[in-house]
């Protein structure tokens, strides 16, 4: 069984920073692939950052590329998103969630999901 689980979430002011990490369980991820997604009040769940945990490949999402990113410590199966100059839209849910072979921007795609830390970034 899977486990991930998030920590690191917070509230905090415009452009400040946060760091939240993925502790993952259960399994062996050297060859999985790992995303953070987030959802805010009232919209779909939307992707934010991926990266392959064996070859460190990673991709962003539009909005957050300069401002997050999204990293991973083999040793520990952890994975974090530092979160820098945050902005009240990056308000949200954020959720890590892990799937066989390469990273997805589809959360569809993913096996395995965390219960989900909250930012708020106040303006």
């Known amino acids: 069984q899977v486990q991930l689980v998030e920590s690191g979430g917070g509230l905090v002011q415009t452009g400040e920073s946060l760091r939240l990490s993925c502790a993952a369980s259960?399994?062996?991820?050297?060859?999985?692939?790992m995303g953070w997604f987030r959802q805010a009040a009232g919209k779909e769940r939307e992707f934010v950052a991926g990266?392959?945990?064996?070859?460190?490949?990673?991709d962003y999402a539009d909005s957050v590329k300069g401002r997050f990113a999204i990293s991973r410590d083999s040793g520990k199966n952890t994975v974090y998103l530092q979160m820098d100059r945050l902005k009240p839209e990056d308000t949200a849910v954020y959720y890590c969630a892990t799937k066989s072979g390469l990273y997805s921007s589809n959360p569809t795609d993913y096996y395995y999901w965390g219960q989900g830390t909250q930012v708020t970034v106040s303006a």
């Open positions: 259960g399994r062996t991820f050297s060859w999985y692939g």
């Open positions: 990266i392959n945990f064996s070859s460190g490949r990673t």
